[in-house]
């Protein structure tokens, strides 16, 4: 009995997101929330070189 895989990636695990998968609307702007705040703590506590670009 051989292995098989049956979902072949095409990119890197978690880079697009899964097909049919639809996150809550809510849920979208709690993350990019959280992703605002962290980048300005980043900034306030590292200064210019905490951000990367």
Do not use: E, Q
């Not at 095409?10 to 980048?39: C, F, K, M, Q, Y």
Request: no cysteine.
């Amino acid at each position: 009995m051989s292995t098989r895989n049956r979902n072949p990636r095409t990119g890197p695990a978690g880079a697009t997101a899964a097909p049919g998968r639809h996150r809550n609307p809510l849920s979208t702007v709690v993350r990019n929330l959280g992703i605002a705040l962290d980048t300005a703590a980043r900034v306030i506590f590292l200064g210019r070189d905490g951000v990367r670009f």
